[in-house]
């Protein structure tokens, strides 16, 4: 029963790069989240997904890109890694039901971009 | 304003105490509340929910709703130094994500 997954836990990457942020559930859940947590800024949402194929912006989505082929998976990919962009990233997930809206976090990413 | 204030604290009680920690959203329309503690280092955990007004007991935990003040709480009561944490307020508007606050640092003193 692994839940949530989030791979890889620590980053490490160039100015300029692109990376990739894995996030994987097993609870079939419809909804899927990418947010970023920074001091003195709170977790932000970077983008969400309603379903497979179905993506929206968050309040913070410029530089990054989300696909979401399977339900299971929601990966998140900064284009071109700027060191704005080091943060702690977590990927949460919901049931698509309306008899419960309650969310659940993964493991979380850090990622520093130097 | 902020769409969920929180005061960042810290909030210290002794051990035994209750805590209080408080929470202001500012959109009306907000159905779906949650309470959610974050230990330094880790991942934020769901330890309540809330949808209607009045109390919600789960244990140690109640969480109060007053959609009239636009306001939510969260009271632990046997407050112990396991409680030290960070707790988010966060609010569920429309049917997307959730918005939080910035969080109220606890810390229990033994």
């Known amino acids: 029963d692994a839940g949530i997954t989030q791979s890889p836990r620590y980053k490490i990457t160039e100015t300029g790069r692109q990376v990739t942020l894995m996030c994987h559930q097993t609870?079939?859940?419809?909804?899927m989240f990418w947010y970023r947590q920074d001091l003195g800024h709170g977790l932000r949402l970077i983008y969400y997904s309603a379903a497979a194929d179905i993506t929206d912006k968050g309040e913070v989505s410029d530089g990054y890109v989300v696909s979401r082929s399977k339900t299971e998976n929601f990966p998140l990919t900064l284009e071109s890694a700027t060191r704005s962009q080091t943060s702690v990233y977590f990927c949460?997930?919901?049931?698509?039901?309306?008899?419960?809206?309650?969310?659940?976090f993964g493991p979380g990413t850090r990622l520093t971009v130097t | 304003q902020k769409e969920v204030e929180q005061n960042s604290g810290p909030l210290s009680v002794p051990e035994g105490a209750i805590a209080s920690l408080n929470c202001t959203y500012s959109d009306r329309g907000s159905q779906s509340f949650f309470w959610y503690r974050q230990y330094s280092g880790k991942s934020p955990e769901l330890i309540m929910s809330i949808y209607s007004n009045g109390d919600k007991e789960d244990g140690r935990f109640t969480a109060q709703l007053n959609k009239a003040s636009q306001y939510v709480s969260l009271l632990i009561r046997d407050s112990q130094p396991s409680d030290s944490a960070t707790y988010l307020c966060?609010?569920?508007?429309?049917?997307?994500?959730?918005?939080f606050g910035s969080g109220t640092r606890l810390q229990v003193q033994p």
């Open positions: 609870w079939s859940h419809s909804y």
């Open positions: 949460a997930s919901r049931s698509g039901t309306s008899a419960s809206y309650e969310q659940y």
């Open positions: 966060a609010v569920l508007t429309g049917r997307r994500a959730l918005t």
